[in-house]
Nanobody, 120 residues
Framework: QVQLVESGGGLVQAGGSLSLSCAAS????????MAWYRQAPGKQREFVAS???????VYTDSVKGRFTLSRDNAKNTVNLQMGSLKPEDTGVYYC??????????????WGQGTQVAVSS
C-alpha cells in the first residue's frame, strides 16, 4: 500500500504565505504526476496544481503567480508554496499521486487533506 501524508496547513492572514508538503511512502516503484486539489466548505473539490516527474507544472488560473509547486523525486515529496493568500484560498487541501508499485497498472492515491484558513 501507499500512503500520502500532507502537512503544513494552518491559519494565516490575507496576503500571507504557507507551505504545504506531501510525502508518499510505501512500496513505490515510481511516481508520475503529483497534484494538489482543494475543497472549500460547501463546494466541490477543485484542481489547484500538478507536477510531472520531470517537474513540468500546471496551475489553475486563480493561483498562477502566487503558488509554486515543486517536487523531490528522491524523497517522493511535493511542496506547494502559497503566497499572497486570499480568503478564497481557504479550504482543505488534498495531495494525490499516480504511483507505480510493480508491473501492474499505476494507481491514483489521495492523502487525507490539510486545512488552510485565510482570514481577511
Amino acid at each position: 500500500q501507499v500512503q500520502l501524508v500532507e502537512s503544513g496547513g494552518g491559519l494565516v492572514q490575507a496576503g500571507g504565505s504557507l507551505s504545504l508538503s506531501c510525502a508518499a511512502s510505501g512500496i513505490i516503484l515510481s511516481i508520475g504526476v503529483m497534484a494538489w486539489y482543494r475543497q472549500a466548505p460547501g463546494k466541490q473539490r477543485e484542481f489547484v496544481a500538478s507536477i510531472t516527474s520531470r517537474s513540468s507544472t500546471v496551475y489553475t488560473d486563480s493561483v498562477k503567480g502566487r503558488f509554486t509547486l515543486s517536487r523531490d523525486n528522491a524523497k517522493n515529496t511535493v511542496n506547494l508554496q502559497m503566497g499572497s493568500l486570499k480568503p478564497e484560498d481557504t479550504g482543505v487541501y488534498y495531495c494525490n499521486a499516480i504511483v507505480s508499485q510493480n508491473a501492474g497498472r499505476p494507481t491514483l492515491y489521495w492523502g487525507q487533506g490539510t486545512q488552510v484558513a485565510v482570514s481577511s
